[in-house]
């Protein structure tokens, strides 16, 4: 540890700084932000870990960051959020931002992730509490049965080739000129669920066999559908321009991605970023940071595909918004509309994109990639919704299954900071390999209906992977984040029904 007191060293109470020489080659500094509750696990880490090259064992997130650090082009510090932990290349909820303009500024698909546009989106209803638990376990079993779950799942959503092409290039125009979304979806999208750049021409056909049966489905692991509460206000204002106006209203959470589609574009990526590291003399501290040039061809062809994953994404996502208003409207013999099913927003937690930031008070055009991290604008931002101009960018943080859930807003500090971005969730404690030699399904299923949470789950025996146990304390995380000025919380919401894969 004395060498991680020479390098590391506290800026102010829940921010760190990592110095230069912590690993070779850093061209920045790192920074993260953790508490006093969150650091022991970051530093637990970090000391357990057995190695520094990534040859034969996991790089603790702390080194990942530094690691990133190390990337050409890279600007500003390489930041680490307090949910982070230890992933591919770069570590979950770290964000780093490459100068557009530098020739040898890099694009890594381990900065974006496996799963493109993994995202969450939340969704209003004028229904309360006291509405829905007497139809509580009745409007669980009809989600479960609307919206495709669990590994393998096939969509209900009939598509051939020609529609997955559409869609890849379209993202959510694509679904409401399907009929799958309402016209005001796609004003509270981030990118307004179309990324412009996608070029389904870039997508191998593997990745798309993969993705076509999946349009429409839940997938598996962290991602799920929660009938939620709001059970604490912190900003009135706020939460009463996205609709949210009492405790004890009911509203909806989603949470999944771009599927095995996603999955493949980032594989298809690396094999390809492997021979033009080469070509290139591209140096790396850990070879999971595989990259290539941003305007090499290699580097456009992973940024157009991975904008059609993205969109595929959004398209995954409305697809369940249909179903889950479909639901709703079926348990309560209305309409989605009666029911004023509106989407408040829909954020990306797993992407890059080119953005427009300050910079030693240079403004500069910047790819920045948010892995396990969620953009966090501030009021008066051109690219938020009108709705939220005087308020800032609603952040939908997820909880893990059967704790809280939080929205937070954007703030200026964030944008200054961290490049506008904050906290995506709870973040792993535990491996999904010792969460399951720790605990058995049925803890986690008794736990759950102790705390009157109706679940219905495809593969019982992988909910141990996702217990509270094995994530951060997601209250912890928020207010880190709140504390550092990187968001504000707005409201906090408490699950009462929770689908998954």
Not at 158 to 179: H, V, Y
Request: aromatic share 6%; with cysteine.
């Amino acid at each position: 540890m004395e060498v991680v007191n020479e390098y590391i060293t506290p800026i102010d109470a829940v921010t760190y700084s990592i110095k230069k020489g912590f690993v070779p080659n850093m061209r920045v500094e790192g920074r993260f932000y953790v508490n006093d509750a969150l650091k022991e696990l970051v530093f637990e880490e970090l000391a357990s870990s057995k190695t520094v090259s990534g040859e034969g064992g996991f790089i603790p997130a702390v080194k990942q960051i530094a690691n990133v650090a190390s990337l050409p082009g890279i600007v500003g510090c390489s930041l680490g959020m307090p949910d982070i932990h230890s992933g591919y290349g770069f570590a979950i909820g770290n964000v780093a931002a490459f100068d557009m303009k530098d020739p040898e500024a890099i694009v890594s698909p381990g900065g974006v992730g496996f799963d493109i546009n993994c995202g969450v989106r939340l969704i209003r209803t004028n229904l309360s509490e006291k509405d829905v638990l007497p139809v509580k376990e009745e409007l669980a079993q009809a989600l479960f049965d609307h919206i495709p779950v669990g590994v393998g799942s096939k969509g209900m959503i009939p598509t051939q080739m020609k529609d997955l092409n559409e869609a890849l290039e379209m993202g959510i125009d694509w679904s409401i000129r399907e009929g799958y979304g309402w016209a005001e979806d796609k004003e509270h999208c981030e990118e307004y669920g179309r990324m412009l750049t996608a070029d389904p021409n870039k997508v191998s056909q593997r990745a798309k066999k993969r993705g076509l049966p999946q349009l429409g489905t839940l997938g598996s692991g962290n991602h799920y559908v929660e009938v939620q509460v709001v059970d604490e206000i912190f900003d009135k204002m706020a939460a009463s321009k996205m609709g949210i106006d009492y405790t004890g209203q009911i509203v909806i959470f989603i949470h999944s991605g771009s599927r095995g589609l996603g999955h493949q574009v980032a594989t298809d990526a690396l094999v390809q970023m492997q021979k033009a590291m080469s070509r290139d003399g591209i140096q790396l501290n850990d070879k999971q940071l595989a990259c290539a040039r941003i305007q090499s061809e290699e580097g456009q062809d992973y940024l157009k595909a991975m904008a059609a994953a993205a969109n595929y994404a959004w398209v995954n996502r409305q697809s369940m918004t249909f179903l889950v208003r479909q639901a709703f409207a079926k348990i309560f013999d209305s309409t989605p509309e009666d029911l004023d099913m509106q989407l408040i927003y829909d954020v990306s937690h797993n992407i890059a994109k080119v953005e427009d930031h300050m910079v030693n008070g240079e403004l500069k055009s910047l790819l920045v990639h948010r892995k396990g991290s969620t953009r966090a604008f501030p009021p008066h931002h051109p690219l938020i919704p009108v709705d939220y101009q005087f308020t800032g960018q609603p952040i939908l943080i997820g909880g893990t299954m059967g704790t809280c859930s939080y929205i937070l807003t954007g703030t200026e500090k964030g944008m200054t900071e961290t490049f506008g971005s904050t906290c995506h969730g709870a973040g792993r404690a535990l491996s999904r390999n010792k969460s399951r030699r720790t605990m058995t399904h049925t803890d986690v299923l008794d736990e759950l209906k102790k705390k009157g949470i109706s679940i219905r789950v495809a593969s019982p025996k992988l909910i141990m992977e996702e217990a509270p146990d094995s994530y951060k304390d997601v209250t912890e995380v928020v207010d880190t984040c709140h504390a550092a000025g990187i968001s504000k919380k707005c409201a906090k919401l408490r699950p009462i029904a929770v689908i998954k894969g």
